[in-house]
């Protein structure tokens, strides 16, 4: 299979012509799941576990609903449901989560060594506790400087390049009845670039219309906290949770085979 079949194009005309077939068929799911998240950016901020959770949980239920339709899978009340499928699902990103954790935890070892290091060889005597002598450091540092900025970005570039990678752990488990997570990494071999461009593109009106509402928000103060918690929630499941999961199902049925190789 050529990597024109999940070209840029392409894969973002398929999640978008899912759009609508998705809305009508898991309205009640997703309606639920954009009540969920609104309250769940409304709780205080000493809730941030409780937060977690309830977001996790609204994003395996409208997850579930819209891959089950994708896949032909018994759908329920107009896709609100909680089966074998929101199960394998929320593994699935429990693990990846994990997996996540445990990478950061390393990148972030590593930049601190990184920016350790070059601020000891550029300041000798240098505090680590001090705010100034950490910006005095990385002043005289030169090119040492230049690295320590550029490992962040680097970790950074490496996080999204993982998330991609594993972004077809989602289909794959609901469409073969198991969790899969490292098993589906070679699904997005030499497609890595597609996935990210169509995603950067498929999300430009959320990032805009987010921008214009975090400006909004700023202007009016708290009083428009839970009309724009409750635009965010729509944003993210009533267009990007339907298009972006259309998209990932048109890549994965051109790159998954019946052997279980990349096509």
């Known amino acids: 299979m050529t990597d ?40 205080p901020p000493a809730a941030g576990g409780l937060t977690l959770l309830v977001e996790i949980a609204a994003a395996v239920l409208a997850s579930g609903a819209l891959y089950r339709r994708a896949f032909g899978r018994q759908s329920g009340l107009a896709g609100l449901r909680w089966g074998m499928d929101e199960w394998r699902l929320l593994g699935a990103q429990l693990l990846i989560a994990a997996l996540m954790l445990v990478v950061l935890a390393v990148l972030a070892t590593v930049v601190g060594a990184i920016a350790l290091g070059v601020a000891r060889a550029s300041a000798p005597g240098f505090d680590a506790t001090s705010a100034q002598a950490w910006r005095d450091a990385f002043a005289r ?37 198991r969790v899969r997570v490292l098993s589906a990494f070679p ?48 944003l993210l499941y009533l267009y990007l949770a339907p298009v972006w999961t259309g998209a990932l199902v048109h890549v994965y049925r051109h790159r998954w085979t019946p052997d279980g190789t990349p096509g």
């Open 141 to 177: 540092s030169g090119l040492g400087g230049i690295v320590a900025g550029a490992a962040p970005l680097f970790s950074l570039c490496l996080l999204v390049w993982l998330c991609l990678r594993l972004s077809l752990s989602a289909p794959a488990s609901v469409d073969q009845a």
């Open 4 to 43: 024109g079949s999940v070209a840029i194009g392409a894969t973002v005309r398929a999640g978008l012509s899912g759009l609508l077939p998705s809305l009508r068929a898991c309205w009640a799911a997703l309606a639920v799941a954009v009540l969920i998240s609104a309250i769940s950016r409304l709780l």
């Open 187 to 234: 699904l997005t071999r030499g497609v890595t670039p597609q996935l990210l461009g169509a995603g950067l593109v498929l999300a430009l009106p959320v990032v805009a219309l987010a921008g214009v509402s975090s400006l909004i928000g700023r202007w009016a103060g708290p009083g428009l906290d839970a009309p724009l918690a409750l635009l965010g929630a729509i």
